[in-house]
């Protein structure tokens, strides 16, 4: 297992080809440009791979779609506005059930925004975002090492569930250079008969989104909904750190955590004994295990970098059972470890908890 | 441990590759690293600069607040980052470029005729290099051979002509301070 030093981007992209990813279409936008570029070159290189610049968002979407149903490992990667285009399509797929992995490297927003590093597309990846009653899995990488591993595992989750499973990450994850060591992916495992070749001699096979009798379309939806809650119940991932002995616990996800895990050094440093819950499935998110803290620990501070989205999810799961907090920089502002503890003191007393609500 | 180094200069003047060998010479001597590039609507002659973190714990931020040395090839850059060093901190400065004094008080300055040592080498482009030799120096962050077979690592593609003058170019600077 060799270490080797690599740019975010491309590490997303290194790992679903040796995950086996053998399409990818998109279409460029800042922050994540580094993903096709690396795809067109790894694609051409393996056997059976297919790269394509398309014509549009619109167009790349569709084109995983066709190549998931032909039995392709697929994948398509955007930033904010690129993803609000494809949402039609991802729609199309959670109604299908068709695997895919799509890459979201968040960018300032809304509308065109910048191109800084943001997290103000929360909402849109762990809402479904598209039209319609469905779900996407949505993880958080923070690090190289987990913009690898979470790559390779999108792709398992995506066949086990047959659903579009997004990774939701930022600008400074894509153009950040980390060591990072690839794990030997999993052998594939989906059924051979779900895929479309030519019916042959066999019996046809119809793949559709749209089913027009309203008791048929509702029976679709309520299979979809048991299949969301069982990922619900199996597929929630999480980090804890410097939880045990914590009196205050600060809720953050990718970069935000990484900018929480600093801070907290520095509120111990000066006495505060603060720790991190960090969501790493953003959908499922992980509720319980959340709820767990808030039974004997009474001070949460979410930090985002948006106005406030996860949040939501945090009062969602603790139900009044503890006081919540929230800072955000939105934007695209990076706030420093530095600023974020500064803000912890001033809004923690130990005798009164976190004094500032949102 | 934890050191962060930013560098800049013009695009082209081998920037982001300073980062990326320091990036790859820490990784390799074992310690957590992040290599971050400034991106964004650069134009070309434009000014480039990256910053590394190199700690032996885990690296919170890519970002530095406070710099611990800063690596300037040319004077815009000096300008704009001399601010950012912390109390104490080092400053690199390509002195064969950059003809003006640094206004910040407080820190150690370090003047390296990197162009003109380069030139005289036989490739006035390894002037980054010349300034990777001296910043390895005074910082011992990453031990001359585990940095050089770095360097042949991150310029693998490129000739090998080019590769040896940049190992002696890594040496003059490495020499040069003393």
Redesign the interface.
Known sequence: MTKVLMQGNKVIAEAAIRAGCRFYAGYPITPQNEIPEYMAERLRQVEGGVFVQSESEVAAIHMVIGASAAGARSMTSSSGPGISIKQEGISSMAACQLPAVIVNMMRGGPGLGNISPSQGDYFQATRGGGHGDYRTIVLGPASAQELADLTMDAFDLADRYRTPVMILADGMMGQMMEPVVFKEPEPRAYPEGLIMKGAGAGKRKIIRGLILDPLALEEHNWMLDRKYRTIARQETRCELFRTEDAELILVAYGTAARIAKGAIKRLRDAGIRAGLFRPISLWPFPTNEVRDLATRIENFLVFEMSTGQMVEDVRLAIQGEARIGFFGRPGGVVPTPVELANVVMRRYDRERGITECC | MMVKTLFAGFGGQGVLMMG?TL??GA?SAGY??????A???EVRGGTANCTVAVSDD??????A?ELDNLVVLNAPSLFSFQNRIAAGGSLFMNSSIIGVEPSRKGIRIFKIPSSEMAEKLGNPRAANTVMMGALMKVTGMVPPDIFLSSMAAVMGSKKKSIVEINQKAFMAGYEFLK
Do not use: D, K, R
């Open positions: 990326q990036a790859h990784m957590h690293v992040t290599y971050l590039p991106y964004g609507a885990e690296i919170a931020s890519p970002i607040s």
